[in-house]
């Protein structure tokens, strides 16, 4: 009996500072690959008051030099619109207007209440510093609740985010971004995770299925994103181009 008390005692204890860094790590390298990575997403955002919208759009990834395309696709009237991260910075295209502008972490993907980090890699240890805050309850789950403030210097969408993280598998369950004054500005959930193998990183790499977004600013307000499908394969140099997103679009 007293072994089970203290057994107990041990699985509620919290975390140490290193083991939430690790916790954050573990999460980054699971959705990392070592080469690149495709996926064609369907994106559906609804609004109060306005009939929803839907969006199909192509992502490329090359995890190595932290490089990023999404290029929309459908509806017609946005399609070949673009952005592309090279360097830290985030560019959007308009084929309308045939221009490029540099865009924030915070920018909304296509007028969505996605952004940038929902289609990116994760880089969570690389850019918060965690603090714990206890142990919940998540529907079926266990979770670690973590809070995450963004370190000095870093630029990210949230300056402070909560994690709810799954104890039995690591995967994020939920997830809420707040702004600089405190305010609750996103609640993500994660309601379903796949992984597929690569073979450049000799391991599986995870992604979540589907991701569902909540703007706590305007009520009603939410994107779903479904990751259709996932590629690992070598993609050509040219597609972190300005130049390829300029060819696409014409």
Same mark, same amino acid.
Request: aromatic share 10%.
């Given at each position: 009996?007293?072994?089970?008390?203290?057994?107990?005692?041990?699985?509620?204890?919290?975390?140490? =500072?290193?083991?939430?860094?690790?916790?954050?790590?573990?999460?980054?390298?699971?959705?990392?690959?070592?080469?690149?990575?495709?996926?064609?997403?369907?994106? *559906?955002?609804?609004?109060?008051?306005?009939?929803?919208?839907?969006?199909?759009?192509?992502?490329? $990834?090359?995890?190595?030099?932290?490089?990023?395309?999404?290029?929309? &696709?459908?509806? =017609?009237?946005?399609?070949?619109?673009?952005?592309?991260?090279?360097?830290?910075?985030?560019?959007?295209?308009?084929? &309308?207007?045939?221009?490029?502008? $540099?865009?924030?972490?915070?920018?909304?993907?296509?007028?969505?209440?996605?952004?940038?980090?929902?289609?990116?890699?994760?880089?969570? =240890?690389?850019?918060?510093?965690?603090?714990?805050?206890?142990?919940?309850?998540?529907?079926?789950?266990?979770?670690? $609740?973590?809070?995450?403030?963004?370190?000095?210097?870093?630029?990210?969408?949230?300056?402070?985010?909560?994690?709810?993280?799954?104890?039995?598998?690591?995967?994020?369950?939920?997830?809420?971004?707040?702004?600089?004054?405190?305010?609750?500005?996103?609640?993500?959930?994660?309601? *379903?995770?796949?992984?597929?193998?690569?073979?450049?990183?000799?391991?599986?790499?995870?992604?979540?299925? @589907?991701?569902?977004?909540?703007?706590?600013?305007?009520?009603?307000?939410?994107?779903?994103?479904?990751?259709?499908?996932?590629?690992?394969?070598?993609?050509?140099?040219?597609?972190?181009?300005? =130049?390829?997103? @300029?060819?696409?679009?014409?």
């Amino acid at each position: 009996m007293i072994g089970l008390l203290l057994w107990a005692g041990l699985a509620a204890a919290a975390p140490t =500072a290193d083991e939430m860094v690790s916790k954050l790590a573990t999460i980054d390298d699971r959705q990392r690959n070592s080469g690149d990575y495709k996926s064609t997403v369907y994106i *559906e955002t609804k609004e109060s008051g306005k009939s929803d919208l839907i969006y199909l759009a192509e992502v490329f $990834r090359r995890d190595e030099s932290d490089k990023l395309v999404i290029m929309f &696709t459908k509806p =017609a009237a946005e399609a070949g619109k673009g952005y592309l991260r090279v360097d830290d910075s985030l560019f959007l295209y308009d084929p &309308t207007v045939g221009k490029w502008e $540099r865009r924030t972490e915070r920018e909304s993907i296509g007028g969505t209440d996605s952004n940038r980090a929902d289609f990116d890699e994760s880089r969570l =240890a690389e850019e918060f510093t965690p603090s714990y805050v206890g142990q919940e309850s998540l529907g079926k789950y266990t979770a670690d $609740r973590l809070k995450l403030v963004a370190k000095e210097g870093i630029d990210v969408a949230y300056p402070t985010i909560e994690l709810w993280i799954d104890q039995a598998s690591g995967n994020t369950l939920k997830r809420q971004d707040f702004a600089l004054s405190g305010r609750l500005m996103r609640t993500t959930y994660y309601p *379903e995770w796949q992984q597929t193998m690569s073979a450049s990183k000799g391991a599986p790499v995870w992604f979540p299925r @589907e991701i569902r977004i909540y703007d706590e600013v305007e009520k009603g307000n939410q994107t779903v994103i479904v990751f259709q499908q996932v590629v690992l394969d070598p993609l050509d140099d040219s597609i972190f181009t300005k =130049a390829w997103l @300029e060819a696409r679009s014409r």
